[in-house]
């Protein structure tokens, strides 16, 4: 790996060390062990030490360098950090990555032997990151473009599992750009296998999906694709984009893993579209706590055993899964984060001036609603002596 380099008269960066908290059980439970963990809060200060990282994902040619371009050179505030993870013809093996820093571009070319950061991202992404991480005090932020035909899952995992990693940078959030032209195509476009596509796949896992290429198409077209596109995620907030042109505070800093309770991350209503998408959003709800057995149980079943299964056999695939739980016996609301069969739970904020209930939104395949809301009911604890410690 060789690196072109300005001369670095800085201080040189100052490496935080690991919090114990993150390092420790918490990882358990995310490197899938069948363990789980209810964390204390972490302290403001290590979430605040952490720099934040935001996958740029969307189908080829949707305006994932368009967007990246446009933060870089709109006022933020910010030193960021970019990790391209494009490959041309001919040059399958480079990847190009760059440190923005007033308005200087840094390059480092790493190697990745089969072109694709999700396939080797274990090996040299990590790599990558790590050395980026040595360079720590020159940026805040990590913008990373993954390649058109990237699932992001594997990508968004790297970022809970590693052990290392995990103490210095915390995912902010999936951006997805859609190529409105091209969307409708995309999308159905149907895989030799029957496997579900990359382009649906890049919809379920975003936190943010940018209707991008307005100006190519008519408002019934970008109706279609905002229909197509709700029918599979209706939690990712939506915006409508030429160039991806969008207030940069849109974009950065979403705080997606963090916490469910903004705006941010709210259900929106499911068109009554015609396409059947395969992939869907599921909400479920129900008053009161569930015990932590109960949730243990319920995550479980769905991720690792897979035994929770549709009207007609199929079991669950949860791509992405997120939710707001009362657990009996917590006085803190408890924030459950899953990707793929990745999960972990956190305590949250105190339950103070309502009462306790639990959301989860699920999207994935084969998701049935009622069976998914009657187990989730299993769980509920008939009289939880905490609820009546709730502040009104
Ligand atoms: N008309 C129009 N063109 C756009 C828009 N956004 C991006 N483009 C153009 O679309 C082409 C592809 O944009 P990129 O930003 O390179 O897309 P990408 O997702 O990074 O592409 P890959 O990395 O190759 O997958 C470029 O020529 C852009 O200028 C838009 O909103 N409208
Ligand atoms: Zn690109």
Redesign the pocket.
Known sequence: MSCVESDDDDEPPQLIPAPSLFASEDMAAKSGDAAKCLNDEPPSSTREQQTPVTLLT??????????LNYILTHEHNKKIAVILN?FGEGSAVEKSMSIGQNGDLYEEWLELRNGCLCCSVKDNGVKAIENLMKKRGKFDYILL?T??LADPGPIAQLFWVDKQLECQIKLDGIIT?IDCKHAMKNLTEKKPDGVINEAVRQVALADLLLL?????VSEAERTAVYDAVRSINTSARLIT????QVEVSELLDLRAYDSLNSDRTAVFAAPGSHIDMRVRTVTVECDGSVSSEGLDSFVQALLWEKTVTDAEGRPAIVYRMKGVLSVAGEERQVLLQAVQELYETEQTQPWTGQSRHCTIILIGEHLDKDVLQRLLESYLVQSDSSAEQQVS
Request: charged fraction near 25%; include cysteine; hydrophobic fraction near 20%.
């Open positions: 969307g189908y080829l040619g949707a305006g994932k360098t368009t967007l494009e473009e390649t058109g750009v991008n290429k307005c100006d190519l984009t030429t160039r991806c």
